[in-house]
């Protein structure tokens, strides 16, 4: 298989908005995201863009102008067909920011233990102001190498 192109990890997940124009907005002020690359159309709707956390890479768009397909929860009563999971380095603060920024906290941080074979995290969920779930999870440790 051929790499990738340069900046873009192998898999990218594009998230669909009634306003992404807002939303992008908000997944920055919010949950961190910085802007890579935002194309406004002619009517001030989001053509294109790619939000970077960390070395992880999503497109947002606009919903229902040029897809008829493409659906933000808002539109189907908050139904979802995928979560999205980052890895942040400090949960319990990610967590505060986002609740501080109008995210809708669905879980609170919860540490899971997942034996000592695998590894412990720390996680959360939230909803953004349109209905998409995020999960974060900051990874607190991993199974003793096996000799």
Known sequence: MKPSPPGWPRLTSAVFYQ???AAIDWLCATLGFKIRLKI??????IVHSELELADGLIMVGSAEIKRAWCRSPKALNGAN???LMAYVDDVDAHCAHARAGGAKILSEPTTVDYGEEYWTDRNYECADPEGHHWWFIQRMCTAAPKS
């Not at 406004?40 to 709707?45: A, C, I, R």
């Open 40 to 45: 406004v159309g002619e009517d001030g709707g």
């Open 19 to 21: 306003d992404a124009s």
């Open 81 to 83: 067909t995928q979560c």
